[in-house]
């Protein structure tokens, strides 16, 4: 499965390519800066200050809390979405996105078969404490 990415190259912040403030990442994004903020608190995105002590974005940015958006309807939380992309480089090419999108399909996969097996319980003649008893930490 293949992830694209904006048609402009995504490079760190400072360097040749774009350079973002937060509005224009919430704005890319589709989200409030309070949320680009939050996703930044907690290491989806990074960013740069200025002298003026403002944020500063790369372009991969906004594309990150799109895909991360994504992976928390998958169920991940922003702290294991933080942990994937933590192996992801600066500038993500597309084949870093595809070998992600590989990792989130797993994830999904794995959480569908979980819930699968708790319906499964769910619908068994086991009592309910029985069953909640029976889950793993």
């Avoid at 190259?9 to 040749?16: L, Y």
């Avoid at 774009?18 to 509005?23: A, D, F």
């Avoid at 991940?76 to 500038?91: H, K, Q, S």
Wanted: glycine share 8%; with cysteine; hydrophobic share 40%.
């Amino acid at each position: 499965m293949t992830l694209t990415t904006p048609d402009r190259a995504a490079s760190p912040a400072g360097s040749a390519g774009q350079v973002l403030t937060v509005s224009d990442v919430a704005a890319e994004s589709g989200v409030a800066p309070s949320a680009v903020r939050f996703y930044e608190k907690h290491g989806v995105i990074t960013a740069v200050r200025t002298s003026g002590n403002q944020r500063r974005f790369d372009d991969s940015a906004a594309c990150r809390i799109q895909v991360a958006k994504l992976a928390q309807r998958v169920g991940l939380t922003v702290r294991e979405i933080a942990e994937l992309f933590a192996g992801l480089p600066a500038g993500p090419e597309p084949e870093d996105w595809g070998r992600l999108a590989d990792q989130l399909v797993a994830q999904a996969e794995q959480r569908v078969a979980d819930l699968k097996a708790q319906l499964d319980a769910l619908g068994s003649d086991t009592k309910l404490c029985e069953v909640g008893a029976n889950l793993e930490s």
